[in-house]
């Protein structure tokens, strides 16, 4: 079946420091792949996606490359801030299909100033 | 951007109440949309996937009529939650989908209920 694995938290990191959350994926075919970010007492915000493979999504400077033959989708920062301190989660939708998303168990991080 | 309203934000109410949860989408119409159920820590669980004028599709283990969905609108979803009782007490999320391929989902806020 479809499932998501991620990085388990909580991840602590000092500001400006280069950030990696590690996912991975299994699906049939070829999902659509999303980071999404919940800062606290909010709900959920699309950080980025990316459909195919080789795939880049990006946005307020976090990256993520959609890598078919490892089959993962791990979010970079270069250097990160401390309102980046949220909990994320990795998810995807299978079969290039955009209704229903499968969430990974979240990653929370702390940025320390 | 798409913005999705969900109300009430928190709430607290004796055990047997039944609460209402409602989710709008407000600059854009919404066929289907979803509520989700987070413990905490957790990630999120999805109940159910709503469509606009036909019955809720619930997932495995989730009762239906625990769980009321109603979606009398394109831009309206509600979830009652009947009787409430002190396990129910959780952080209750729903999205919706824009009309229209390739369009990703869109959070509310979530609700938070604490049944006492």
């Known amino acids: 079946g479809n499932s998501v694995t991620q990085m388990e938290g909580p991840v602590t990191l000092s500001e400006e420091a280069f950030l990696t959350i590690n996912c991975t994926y299994t699906?049939?075919?070829?999902?659509?792949l999303f980071w999404y970010v919940q800062y606290p007492g909010e709900g959920l915000q699309l950080l980025l996606k990316?459909?195919?493979?080789?795939d880049k999504g990006s946005n307020k400077g976090f990256e993520a490359t959609y890598r078919k033959e490892t089959t993962s989708f791990h979010l970079e920062k270069g250097s990160v801030q401390v309102s980046d301190s949220a909990v994320y989660f990795c998810?995807?939708?299978?079969?290039?299909?955009?209704?229903?998303?499968?969430f990974g168990k979240g990653t929370r991080l702390h940025i320390l100033p | 951007g798409a913005v999705v309203s969900q109300h009430p934000s928190r709430v607290i109410c004796k055990s047997g109440t039944s609460v209402k949860i409602e989710c709008r989408s407000l600059?854009?119409?919404?066929?289907?949309m979803f509520w989700y159920r987070q413990f905490p820590k957790q990630s999120l669980m999805l109940m159910a996937t709503?469509?606009?004028?036909?019955?809720?599709?619930?997932e495995q283990g989730v009762e239906k009529d625990k769980f009321l969905i109603n979606h009398a609108s394109l831009t309206l979803s509600t979830l009652t939650v009947t009787s409430a009782h002190p396990e129910d007490s959780s952080f209750y999320i729903c999205?919706?989908?824009?009309?229209?391929?390739?369009?990703?989902?869109?959070f509310g806020d979530g609700t938070r209920l604490s049944i006492l």
């Open positions: 999205s919706a989908l824009p009309t229209g391929r390739g369009q990703p989902q869109h």
């Open positions: 699906a049939t075919g070829y999902p659509s």
């Open positions: 990316a459909t195919k493979a080789d």
């Open positions: 998810a995807l939708s299978p079969m290039n299909r955009d209704d229903k998303i499968i």
């Open positions: 600059d854009f119409q919404a066929t289907t």
């Open positions: 709503s469509n606009e004028g036909s019955k809720a599709t619930y």
